[in-house]
């Protein structure tokens, strides 16, 4: 079973900016793609963007242009970069994994962004 264990989260002002990890419990060379989400107070969980295993990504509108997606194999860590930070970017951010057919979830990291 894949774990996965967000970090980096925080109290930013607007326009701030903030790195997320998700630090993986095994090589992510295996994980065919894995994602940042975020569940904002009373809303939906939503994608942020993906990447896979070929290290191709993709953004939700919103946050295009301001946040990056990365991945370390040697590492086994997932990153979410975040650049000009909204406070509609205020949420739960999770990671998540797919490996053969299953998908795996962190649980979670609290991002703030004060106006």
């Known amino acids: 079973q894949v774990q996965l264990e967000e970090s980096g989260g925080g109290v930013v002002q607007a326009g701030g900016s903030l790195r997320l990890s998700c630090a993986v419990s095994?090589?992510?060379?295996?994980?065919?793609?894995m994602g940042w989400y975020r569940q904002a107070p009373g809303k939906q969980r939503e994608v942020v963007g993906t990447?896979?295993?070929?290290?191709?990504?993709n953004y939700v509108d919103s946050v295009k242009g301001r946040f990056t997606i990365s991945r370390d194999n040697a590492k086994n860590t997932l990153y979410l970069q975040m650049f000009s930070l909204k406070p509609e970017d205020t949420a739960v951010y999770y990671c998540?994994?797919?490996?053969?057919?299953?998908?795996?979830w962190g649980k979670g990291t609290l991002v703030t962004v004060s106006s």
């Open positions: 998540n994994a797919f490996r053969n057919n299953v998908l795996y």
């Open positions: 095994e090589s992510i060379f295996s994980i065919n793609a």
């Open positions: 990447i896979t295993s070929g290290g191709i990504t």
